[in-house]
Protein backbone atom coordinates (compact mmCIF):
# COMPACT_ATOMS: atom_id res chain seq x y z
CA UNK A 1 0.00 0.00 0.00
CA UNK A 2 2.70 2.57 1.01
CA UNK A 3 5.29 1.77 -2.51
CA UNK A 4 2.23 3.29 -4.62
CA UNK A 5 2.09 5.97 -2.93
CA UNK A 6 5.94 6.64 -2.04
CA UNK A 7 5.89 6.33 -6.40
CA UNK A 8 3.75 9.22 -6.12
CA UNK A 9 5.29 11.44 -4.27
CA UNK A 10 8.38 11.02 -5.98
CA UNK A 11 6.92 11.86 -9.39
CA UNK A 12 5.14 15.08 -7.48
CA UNK A 13 8.87 15.84 -6.13
CA UNK A 14 10.23 15.68 -9.92
CA UNK A 15 7.22 17.69 -11.24
CA UNK A 16 7.86 20.12 -8.71
CA UNK A 17 11.70 20.73 -9.37
CA UNK A 18 11.03 20.47 -13.20
CA UNK A 19 8.41 22.87 -12.77
CA UNK A 20 10.68 25.29 -10.15
CA UNK A 21 13.93 25.18 -12.51
CA UNK A 22 11.82 26.51 -15.60
CA UNK A 23 10.11 29.27 -13.21
CA UNK A 24 13.79 29.88 -12.08
CA UNK A 25 15.37 29.96 -15.15
CA UNK A 26 13.02 32.58 -16.80
CA UNK A 27 13.03 34.69 -14.15
CA UNK A 28 16.95 34.27 -14.52
CA UNK A 29 17.26 35.34 -17.86
CA UNK A 30 14.79 38.28 -17.58
CA UNK A 31 17.45 39.43 -14.46
CA UNK A 32 20.08 38.84 -17.15
CA UNK A 33 18.19 40.93 -19.44
CA UNK A 34 18.18 43.69 -17.03
CA UNK A 35 21.19 43.65 -15.11
CA UNK A 36 23.64 41.78 -17.74
CA UNK A 37 25.14 40.54 -15.15
CA UNK A 38 25.97 36.68 -14.58
CA UNK A 39 27.84 36.22 -12.25
CA UNK A 40 25.35 38.34 -9.73
CA UNK A 41 22.47 36.42 -11.04
CA UNK A 42 23.44 33.16 -10.80
CA UNK A 43 24.84 33.99 -7.41
CA UNK A 44 21.17 35.03 -6.30
CA UNK A 45 19.52 32.39 -8.33
CA UNK A 46 21.99 29.24 -6.75
CA UNK A 47 22.16 30.91 -3.32
CA UNK A 48 18.66 32.43 -2.38
CA UNK A 49 15.86 31.74 -4.94
CA UNK A 50 16.50 28.14 -6.57
CA UNK A 51 18.24 25.95 -4.59
CA UNK A 52 16.48 26.59 -1.18
CA UNK A 53 12.89 25.25 -2.62
CA UNK A 54 14.32 22.34 -4.34
CA UNK A 55 15.75 21.23 -1.13
CA UNK A 56 13.18 21.84 0.64
CA UNK A 57 10.85 19.88 -1.77
CA UNK A 58 13.55 17.24 -1.59
CA UNK A 59 13.47 16.95 2.27
CA UNK A 60 16.97 17.49 2.31
CA UNK A 61 19.09 19.72 4.62
CA UNK A 62 22.35 20.95 3.75
CA UNK A 63 25.53 20.96 6.16
CA UNK A 64 28.47 23.23 5.00
CA UNK A 65 32.18 23.39 6.58
CA UNK A 66 35.35 25.13 5.33
CA UNK A 67 33.91 28.31 4.24
CA UNK A 68 36.72 30.15 5.85
CA UNK A 69 38.79 28.46 3.36
CA UNK A 70 36.67 30.33 0.45
CA UNK A 71 38.34 34.13 -0.19
CA UNK A 72 35.63 36.03 -2.65
CA UNK A 73 37.92 38.69 -3.76
CA UNK A 74 40.88 35.38 -5.37
CA UNK A 75 39.24 34.29 -8.86
CA UNK A 76 39.50 30.16 -8.23
CA UNK A 77 38.91 27.11 -10.56
CA UNK A 78 36.42 24.90 -7.47
CA UNK A 79 37.07 21.54 -8.34
CA UNK A 80 34.35 18.70 -6.82
CA UNK A 81 33.78 15.31 -6.97
CA UNK A 82 30.43 14.47 -8.95
CA UNK A 83 27.57 11.88 -7.56
CA UNK A 84 24.75 13.25 -8.21
CA UNK A 85 22.27 15.85 -9.63
CA UNK A 86 22.02 17.24 -6.73
CA UNK A 87 26.25 18.13 -6.41
CA UNK A 88 24.97 21.42 -8.36
CA UNK A 89 22.17 22.18 -6.25
CA UNK A 90 24.28 21.53 -3.21
CA UNK A 91 27.43 23.45 -4.02
CA UNK A 92 25.03 26.50 -5.60
CA UNK A 93 23.51 27.24 -2.18
CA UNK A 94 26.64 26.34 0.13
CA UNK A 95 29.02 28.47 -1.68
CA UNK A 96 28.45 32.11 -1.22
CA UNK A 97 30.04 33.36 -4.45
CA UNK A 98 28.52 33.30 -8.11
CA UNK A 99 30.69 30.12 -9.74
CA UNK A 100 30.09 29.69 -13.48
CA UNK A 101 30.18 25.92 -14.27
CA UNK A 102 31.79 24.03 -17.16
CA UNK A 103 28.99 21.58 -17.84
CA UNK A 104 28.55 18.84 -21.07
CA UNK A 105 27.40 20.64 -24.36
CA UNK A 106 23.91 18.46 -24.21
CA UNK A 107 22.71 20.36 -21.55
CA UNK A 108 22.48 23.81 -23.96
CA UNK A 109 19.11 21.67 -25.65
CA UNK A 110 17.61 21.76 -22.45
CA UNK A 111 14.84 23.82 -22.72
CA UNK A 112 14.74 27.33 -20.41
CA UNK A 113 17.83 25.97 -18.41
CA UNK A 114 19.82 25.75 -21.59
CA UNK A 115 19.07 29.40 -22.60
CA UNK A 116 19.28 30.64 -18.82
CA UNK A 117 23.19 28.78 -18.84
CA UNK A 118 23.93 30.22 -21.96
CA UNK A 119 23.07 33.79 -21.36
CA UNK A 120 25.00 33.95 -17.99
CA UNK A 121 27.81 32.43 -19.30
CA UNK A 122 28.23 28.96 -18.07
CA UNK A 123 30.32 26.88 -20.38
CA UNK A 124 29.41 24.29 -22.83
CA UNK A 125 32.03 21.44 -23.11
CA UNK A 126 32.22 19.38 -26.02
CA UNK A 127 33.15 15.74 -24.17
CA UNK A 128 33.74 13.57 -27.61
CA UNK A 129 35.78 16.37 -29.18
CA UNK A 130 39.13 16.85 -27.40
CA UNK A 131 40.11 19.83 -29.37
CA UNK A 132 36.63 21.41 -28.92
CA UNK A 133 36.78 21.18 -24.98
CA UNK A 134 40.77 21.66 -24.65
CA UNK A 135 38.77 25.66 -26.18
CA UNK A 136 36.34 25.69 -24.20
CA UNK A 137 38.88 25.20 -21.23
CA UNK A 138 40.87 27.79 -21.82
CA UNK A 139 38.00 29.96 -22.23
CA UNK A 140 37.44 29.21 -18.41
CA UNK A 141 40.80 30.57 -17.45
CA UNK A 142 39.75 33.59 -19.56
CA UNK A 143 36.94 34.31 -17.44
CA UNK A 144 39.06 33.59 -14.14
CA UNK A 145 41.26 35.73 -15.55
CA UNK A 146 38.85 38.41 -15.90
CA UNK A 147 38.23 38.38 -11.94
CA UNK A 148 35.58 35.35 -11.87
CA UNK A 149 35.69 31.46 -10.75
CA UNK A 150 34.67 28.47 -12.03
CA UNK A 151 33.95 25.27 -11.03
CA UNK A 152 34.53 21.74 -12.77
CA UNK A 153 33.57 18.11 -11.81
CA UNK A 154 36.38 16.64 -13.70
CA UNK A 155 35.80 12.76 -13.32
CA UNK A 156 33.46 14.07 -16.52
CA UNK A 157 30.34 12.84 -14.94
CA UNK A 158 28.65 11.37 -12.10
CA UNK A 159 29.84 8.52 -10.43
CA UNK A 160 28.05 5.21 -10.71
CA UNK A 161 28.85 3.88 -7.11
CA UNK A 162 29.57 7.19 -4.98
CA UNK A 163 33.24 6.35 -5.55
CA UNK A 164 36.02 8.89 -6.65
CA UNK A 165 36.70 8.22 -10.61
CA UNK A 166 40.07 9.17 -12.22
CA UNK A 167 39.82 12.85 -13.49
CA UNK A 168 40.40 14.46 -16.73
CA UNK A 169 43.08 16.89 -17.53
CA UNK A 170 41.85 19.62 -18.66
CA UNK A 171 41.12 21.45 -15.43
CA UNK A 172 44.25 21.22 -14.18
CA UNK A 173 45.83 22.29 -17.65
CA UNK A 174 44.31 25.92 -17.32
CA UNK A 175 45.00 25.95 -13.50
CA UNK A 176 48.64 25.72 -14.57
CA UNK A 177 49.03 27.72 -17.90
CA UNK A 178 47.15 30.70 -16.04
CA UNK A 179 48.57 30.15 -12.67
CA UNK A 180 45.20 29.89 -11.30
CA UNK A 181 44.70 28.28 -7.41
CA UNK A 182 42.80 25.36 -6.86
CA UNK A 183 39.88 25.06 -4.33
CA UNK A 184 38.92 21.65 -3.38
CA UNK A 185 35.25 20.41 -2.72
CA UNK A 186 33.96 16.92 -1.82
CA UNK A 187 29.93 16.36 -2.09
CA UNK A 188 28.98 13.94 0.59
CA UNK A 189 26.11 11.74 0.85
CA UNK A 190 24.20 13.06 -2.33
CA UNK A 191 24.37 9.48 -3.90
CA UNK A 192 22.54 8.01 -1.36
CA UNK A 193 19.71 10.30 -1.66
CA UNK A 194 19.37 10.96 -5.04
CA UNK A 195 21.05 7.68 -6.94
CA UNK A 196 22.51 8.79 -10.71
CA UNK A 197 19.83 5.68 -11.82
CA UNK A 198 16.82 6.47 -9.93
CA UNK A 199 14.21 9.55 -9.89
CA UNK A 200 13.47 8.90 -5.95
CA UNK A 201 14.54 11.49 -3.38
CA UNK A 202 15.42 9.71 -0.48
CA UNK A 203 15.30 12.59 3.04
CA UNK A 204 18.50 13.24 4.24
CA UNK A 205 21.49 15.57 4.75
CA UNK A 206 24.23 16.73 2.20
CA UNK A 207 27.57 17.65 2.97
CA UNK A 208 29.80 20.23 1.41
CA UNK A 209 33.36 20.32 2.68
CA UNK A 210 35.22 22.96 1.53
CA UNK A 211 38.93 22.18 1.48
CA UNK A 212 42.11 24.45 1.89
CA UNK A 213 43.26 26.30 -1.28
CA UNK A 214 45.82 24.58 -3.05
CA UNK A 215 47.79 27.80 -4.50
CA UNK A 216 49.64 27.63 -8.15
CA UNK A 217 53.37 27.11 -6.53
CA UNK A 218 52.14 24.09 -4.83
CA UNK A 219 51.73 22.59 -8.65
CA UNK A 220 53.97 24.59 -10.08
CA UNK A 221 56.72 21.93 -10.95
CA UNK A 222 54.26 18.70 -11.48
CA UNK A 223 52.13 18.39 -15.08
CA UNK A 224 48.45 18.17 -15.81
CA UNK A 225 48.26 14.60 -14.36
CA UNK A 226 50.00 14.89 -11.37
CA UNK A 227 48.38 17.95 -10.71
CA UNK A 228 45.29 16.20 -10.70
CA UNK A 229 46.34 13.20 -9.07
CA UNK A 230 47.13 16.14 -5.82
CA UNK A 231 43.87 17.31 -6.41
CA UNK A 232 42.14 13.83 -6.14
CA UNK A 233 44.00 12.99 -3.34
CA UNK A 234 42.90 16.46 -1.53
CA UNK A 235 39.31 15.86 -2.30
CA UNK A 236 39.40 12.01 -1.30
CA UNK A 237 40.67 12.96 2.46
CA UNK A 238 37.64 15.80 2.41
CA UNK A 239 35.03 12.98 1.11
CA UNK A 240 36.70 10.63 4.28
Known amino acids: MLKPLRKLWAITQVVLIILWTAFS ?27 PPVLAIARVKLKVTGLEHIDA ?35 KK ?55 GQFKRGTFIIAKEGQISIMPIAVVNAENILPRDSYIIRPG ?21 QTADLVRSRISKLMQ
Not at 28 to 51: A, K, P, S
Not at 137 to 147: L, P, S, T, Y
Not at 205 to 225: C, D, M, P, S, Y
Request: glycine share 10%.
Open 205 to 225: TIEVRIGQRIEAHEFEHLNAE
Open 25 to 51: GLLGIVLMLITWNGQWVHYFEGRYLFC
Open 73 to 107: SRPSVFVSNHVSHLDVVAIARAIPIGLFYIGKKEL
Open 110 to 164: IPILGQYMYLIGHIFIDRKNREKAMISMRKAGQIIANGKSVITFPEGTRSKDGKL
